[in-house]
């Protein structure tokens, strides 16, 4: 073999052993999480934001796990494409779980406008901290449901909030949640609360129900019980 083709075949193989290093040194960066893998798809099922104006009720329905946030105008944000099915009927938007939705993510967030009623079926709903406005004052019914205001270190804010839990439901309020006044009426249900401030605490509760608060709430506290 010529000596100028044994350089060429020389340089060849250089080039490709350098073009391999890269890709094995690639790869390696990929498995280990440095790298993920592009798809176009999650983009636009991160993208899917649908709007409601002129809604006043909100009805959900078999949603394992979904975040809440308030806003002027109902709006429905999910990530995962075909997690949830939602219809307009008049004022009322309702929001139905698919079947085989995964409990263990949040893949949904709803924008509950102010002032507005939600209705909870079966489903899991976690509020977010918003920006504050005086006069919120959302009515939610829960049935088998569980609403939960988690420890955040930006507060929830509302000025007066009605909840009817029945059916084994749970509402549960973490630190910094801060009501004005709270009306609560609890059936076969319970209610819990760490640091969370109520101006005002007004409860109605049957002989099924558990309630957990700590001693400062407690004794400000309106407590009633109704006959099974």
């Known amino acids: 073999m010529k000596k100028s083709n044994k350089i060429l075949l020389g340089g060849f193989l250089t080039l490709l052993l350098i073009f391999a290093a890269i890709h094995i ?3 390696a960066k990929y498995k280990a999480g440095d790298y993920t893998a592009y798809n176009a798809e999650d983009d636009l099922a991160r993208l899917s934001m649908q709007q409601f104006p002129n809604i006043i009720f ?10 809440i946030k308030f806003s002027e105008v109902a709006q429905v944000e999910k990530e995962a494409k075909g997690d949830l099915a939602y219809a ?10 698919t079947a085989g939705q995964n409990g263990s993510r949040r893949n949904a967030t709803i924008y509950l406008p102010y002032n507005s009623t939600l209705s909870l079926h079966n489903s899991i709903l976690y509020f977010t ?4 406005a005086p006069q919120n ?3 939610i019914y829960l049935q088998k449901s569980q609403v939960i205001f988690p420890d955040r270190q930006n507060p929830v804010t509302l000025s007066h909030l ?9 509402v549960f309020f973490g630190d910094n949640t801060e009501v004005a006044q709270l009306d609560l009426r609890l059936s076969n249900s319970s209610f819990e609360a760490a640091k969370s401030n109520f101006g005002q605490l007004s409860i109605v509760t049957d002989s099924l129900s558990q309630i957990a608060l ?3 709430q407690l004794l400000k506290a309106t407590i009633s019980t109704t006959a099974e």
């Not at 909100?58 to 975040?67: K, L, M, Q, R």
């Not at 009605?162 to 749970?170: E, I, P, Q, R, V």
């Open 25 to 27: 040194a690639l790869y």
């Open 58 to 67: 909100v009805s959900v329905h078999n949603v394992p796990g979904a975040t």
């Open 88 to 97: 307009r009927k008049g004022d009322t938007l309702q929001i139905t779980g």
């Open 129 to 132: 901290e918003n920006k504050k």
């Open 137 to 139: 004052s959302p009515v």
């Open 162 to 170: 009605k909840l009817f839990a029945s059916d084994s439901s749970l």
């Open 214 to 216: 700590p001693t400062k």
